[in-house]
């Protein structure tokens, strides 16, 4: 099964940045699909933002304009550039190949 790894979360102030990785055990090349959910307490799951194989996105609404998705094939990462964080963000966010593989995610806590 493939593992991913998350990281680059941590504590930022409304207006921050952050840049999250994660990292594939395979080739992401064979990988239709990735992308990047977050769960914020009392809620369920959702989507970020994904990425396909030959480079098409889809944001959520909410962070549409201020996050961007993008994978390098070449190191079996894929990344969240994070810009203009809200304290609505605050979540952890998970990476996923969306064929049931899952990393443990990555606390991003955006204070006021």
């Known amino acids: 099964q493939v593992q991913l790894v998350e990281s680059g979360g941590g504590l930022v102030q409304a207006g921050g940045s952050l840049r999250l990785s994660c990292v594939v055990s395979?080739?992401?090349?064979?990988?239709?699909?990735m992308g990047w959910y977050r769960q914020a307490p009392g809620k369920q799951r959702e989507v970020v933002a994904t990425i396909i194989r030959g480079g098409g996105t889809y944001y959520a609404d909410s962070v549409k304009g201020r996050f961007t998705i993008s994978r390098v094939n070449a190191k079996n990462a894929m990344y969240l550039q994070m810009n203009s964080l809200k304290p609505e963000d605050t979540a952890v966010y998970y990476c996923?190949?969306?064929?049931?593989?899952w990393g443990r995610g990555t606390q991003v806590t955006v204070s006021s």
């Open positions: 996923t190949t969306f064929g049931g593989n």
């Open positions: 395979g080739n992401i090349f064979s990988v239709p699909s």
